[in-house]
């Protein structure tokens, strides 16, 4: 039978105490084997000892991170708990293609593609966008070539974060910046303007986004989390896109995926 677990509550400085008294200073935290036969050579037998002694010392014979660790068991704050990182002010979603492409149609599924990724994130961080920059360019270092590269600032009628209203501004911006004649190689989506729901001030009459947008969204991303990106999408997003980067020299996921398992025959 295995010995229950035992939990001490060391906000009562006795058992505090007592704990650093019975604590052996090599159980300490980033103390080892070779450290600890230095500590215990200069008397410091136990993390009390380690807390009581002399914390400049300490750094300067052996580190900063042990003064710390020693200021720490003496009840100073030294190591601040990591706070979580503050939304981003943009998302950019952007991929070269396989292969170069001449027609509007398979940019205009790329660039919806990168909007419905673009926009998970964006819910991800529970934020919403005002605005969107798409921009397509062509190879830049084939002299052979024709250079071309355009972007436009797309102004959105509410902010959003609704997949559907994102990507149909999206290609339709594709039309705007799309010359025929060029041989493209990458398109971008950028989303611009962000912020938390309820930080944009607007006059009474504004259009917000539906409560069915929200609703709706949430059930794609729950759907899409539990079987896999993709599953759910809108109907510009292809399964196989012709564009699609080429990963003929990718490596095999075999610790993540069950369809790349090695399998094991017996001869």
């Not at 601040?80 to 940019?107: A, N, T, W």
């Not at 611009?192 to 729901?197: A, E, G, H, S, T």
């Not at 369809?259 to 017996?266: F, M, S, T």
């Amino acid at each position: 039978m295995l010995p229950k677990p035992r939990v001490v509550d060391i906000c009562d400085p006795y058992k505090r105490d007592w704990v650093l008294r019975n604590t052996a200073v090599g159980e300490v935290w980033g103390v080892g084997r070779r450290l600890n036969a230095h500590l215990e050579a200069m008397g410091i037998q136990s993390a009390m000892d380690l807390a009581k002694a002399d914390k400049t010392m300490i750094g300067r014979k052996f580190s900063v991170v042990l003064e710390r660790t020693a200021r720490e068991l003496a009840g100073v704050s030294c190591m601040e708990l990591d706070e979580p990182d503050p939304p981003k002010q943009e998302i950019c979603c952007s991929r070269m293609f396989g292969k170069r492409m001449s027609e509007v149609g398979p940019i205009k599924e790329a660039v919806a593609t990168y909007t419905a990724r673009a926009a998970e994130k964006l819910r991800a961080q529970g934020s919403v966008c005002k605005k969107m920059r798409v921009s397509v360019r062509t190879g830049m270092f084939n002299p052979d070539e024709a250079k071309y590269a355009n972007g436009v600032v797309i102004e959105l009628p509410y902010p959003t974060n609704d997949t559907r209203l994102m990507t149909n501004a999206a290609t339709q911006a594709v039309d705007h910046i799309f010359r025929s004649g060029y041989r493209y190689s990458k398109a971008e989506v950028m989303l611009l303007d962000l912020r938390q729901p309820g930080e944009y001030t607007s006059d009474l009459f504004a259009l917000t986004q539906p409560q069915t947008s929200d609703q709706l969204m949430s059930v794609m991303d729950s759907i899409n989390s539990r079987w896999g990106r993709g599953t759910l999408r809108t109907a510009t997003v292809p399964t196989t896109p012709e564009w699609a980067m080429r990963r003929d020299l990718m490596s095999q996921s075999y610790t993540t995926r069950v369809d790349q398992l090695w399998v094991a025959k017996a001869h």
